[in-house]
Nanobody, 116 residues
Framework: QVQLVESGGGLVQPGGSLRLSCAAS????????MSWYRQAPGKERELAAG????????DQPDSVKGRFTVSRDNAKNTVYLQMDSLRPEDTAVYYC?????????WGRGTQVTVSS
């Protein structure tokens, strides 16, 4: 079955960096777009970044453009989210996701807290 396992979250000071990882299994990783979403307390889940099977990136919200970079390692079935110049408003649970045969699949998420 499809499994997505995020890691790399934590507490970071404003201006700092984190790299999230998502290990995928149970499907042919190289065939699908992978996405990172985030959900802040009291807010709806929003797309942070996406990467196609061939490495092309999807559009990002203005709030993260130039600061968040998505990448993938198809040999490791892993997708990454490099987050730089973090701000307190980036505090959220970050989820890895993919869409396969009309179904969305989600990991359990990893908490990112940006605070001094």
């Amino acid at each position: 079955q499809v499994q997505l396992v995020e890691s790399g979250g934590g507490l970071v000071q404003p201006g700092g960096s984190l790299r999230l990882s998502c290990a995928a299994s149970g499907f042919t990783f190289t065939m699908y777009t992978m996405s990172w979403y985030r959900q802040a307390p009291g807010k709806e889940r929003e797309l942070a970044a996406g990467i196609t099977y061939s490495g092309g990136t999807t559009d990002q919200p203005d709030s993260v453009k130039g600061r968040f970079t998505v990448s993938r390692d198809n040999a490791k079935n892993t997708v990454y989210l490099q987050m730089d110049s973090l701000r307190p408003e980036d505090t959220a649970v970050y989820y890895c996701s993919t869409y396969i045969r009309r179904n969305y699949y989600w990991g359990r998420g990893t908490q990112v807290t940006v605070s001094s």
